[in-house]
């Protein structure tokens, strides 16, 4: 696959940072002109990987999340969201429907949101080191012309 565009930033984990992130994604992605429904579904997952980051992997702490997006041919859209953070001991585990670490409010739907919004969702970690959640979306491809 040929990349057409990349767009790389990076913020710190504060909550307020998630709409941003989310928003930065969105306006990058619009020169592929996805539907309103693909641009809502690559932002909710967005919104969860930030999320996870803030909420799990710096707790009671604030660090870095990289976000990486990458436009390639066929209307593909590549997103990683990596975290130094405290990492994911059981990755498989985490991933499951209702599964949560904290508790309270959390409902562990976070990796099954972006499981249902993207067409392929790939978590690395390593505990003490972090974590990268790349998330794949191929957009519906539009001929572009005289209306």
Do not use: W
């Not at 209307?75 to 499951?96: H, L, T």
């Not at 392929?120 to 572009?144: D, N, P």
Request: hydrophobic letters at 40%; charged letters at 25%.
């Amino acid at each position: 696959m040929k990349n057409i565009n990349k767009f790389t930033m990076t913020v710190e984990s504060y909550s307020s940072n998630e709409y941003f992130a989310r928003a930065a994604v969105a306006a990058f992605i619009t020169q592929l002109d996805p539907t309103l429904e693909e641009l809502s579904d690559i932002k909710t997952a967005v919104s969860e990987a930030v999320t996870n980051c803030i909420v799990h992997a710096y707790k009671e702490k604030i660090g870095k999340i990289y976000i990486s997006v990458e436009l390639l041919d066929g209307g593909i859209v590549k997103i990683k969201i990596r975290d130094k953070g405290c990492g994911i001991e059981n990755v498989e585990q985490a991933m499951q429907p209702l599964f949560t670490t904290v508790g309270g409010e959390r409902a562990g739907l976070g990796f099954a949101v972006m499981e249902s919004f993207s067409d392929l969702v790939k978590v690395k970690s390593s505990v003490g080191k972090g974590t990268t959640v790349t998330l794949t979306k191929r957009l519906e491809l539009r001929v572009k012309g005289n209306a």
